[in-house]
């Protein structure tokens, strides 16, 4: 049973950046796409963002296009987002999983909390 460990959330000021990583645990990271998905208070989570097996291939949502960056090190199963330029509807519970028909346990997530 693979297992994922979000971290790298916080409380930051608009305009700025976080960088979150996600630890899968298990040998079958390398062949699943994945995917960062977010929960904004009140509403469903949503697939911000997403990333080939081998990492040549990224989708973003229009939201967060130009601001997120999602990356992957196969060797570490980890999957990783860089979000930069960060607005306050960007305040979510932050979580990674296989971007496909077929999920994984979903992990605690990290709460990200964009705020003056």
């Known amino acids: 049973q693979v297992q994922l460990v979000e971290s790298g959330g916080g409380l930051v000021q608009p305009g700025g950046s976080l960088r979150l990583s996600c630890a899968a645990s298990g040998s079958r990271f390398s062949i699943y796409p994945m995917g960062w998905y977010r929960q904004p208070p009140g509403k469903q989570r949503e697939l911000v963002a997403s990333i080939s097996s081998g990492g040549s291939s990224t989708n973003y949502a229009d939201s967060v296009k130009g601001r997120f960056t999602i990356s992957r090190d196969n060797a570490w199963n980890t999957v990783y987002l860089q979000m930069n330029s960060l607005k306050p509807e960007d305040t979510a519970v932050y979580y990674c999983?296989?971007?496909?028909?077929?999920?994984?346990?979903w992990g605690q997530g990290t709460q990200v909390t964009v705020s003056s």
């Open positions: 999983n296989t971007a496909s028909r077929n999920t994984w346990p």
